[in-house]
Nanobody, 123 residues
Framework: VQLQASGGGLVQAGGSLRLSCAVS????????MGWFRQAPGKEREFVAA????????YYADSVKGRFSISRDNAKSTVYLQMNSLKPKDTAVYYC?????????????????WGRGTQVTVSS
């Protein structure tokens, strides 16, 4: 399974970005998908996850109400819409895939990872 994240960039505080993660190699719809982020000097942290069907979504408290995760199984792609961005959202964002229908919020729960895309929010 290969994951390719894109859509990162530099944005001013209050702005928006939409991250995409294209998945190839296996049937996309059988995977629970997640987004994580890692800032310099910090551990990788959970941002959001979505069930294989798209019916279940989960968010870290720090992004609730600002970020939205979605998926298009026909395109084998998961998205992260990020609104009202803050400087503390600056990090490398990674998408990850977990076989099966159960959701995990720990990086260890995901078997496949993309390379990450940099998001920088200026004040």
């Amino acid at each position: 399974v290969q994951l390719q994240a894109s859509g990162g960039g530099l944005v001013q505080a209050g702005g928006s970005l939409r991250l995409s993660c294209a998945v190839s190699g296996r049937t996309f719809s059988v995977y629970t998908m997640g987004w994580f982020r890692q800032a310099p000097g910090k551990e990788r942290e959970f941002v959001a996850a979505i069930s294989w069907s798209g019916d279940g979504t989960y968010y870290a408290d720090s992004v609730k109400g600002r970020f939205s995760i979605s998926r298009d199984n026909a395109k084998s792609t998961v998205y992260l819409q990020m609104n009202s961005l803050k400087p503390k959202d600056t990090a490398v964002y990674y998408c990850a895939a977990r076989p099966g229908s159960s959701t995990a919020m720990s990086p260890g729960g995901y078997a496949y990872w993309g390379r990450g895309t940099q998001v920088t929010v200026s004040s």
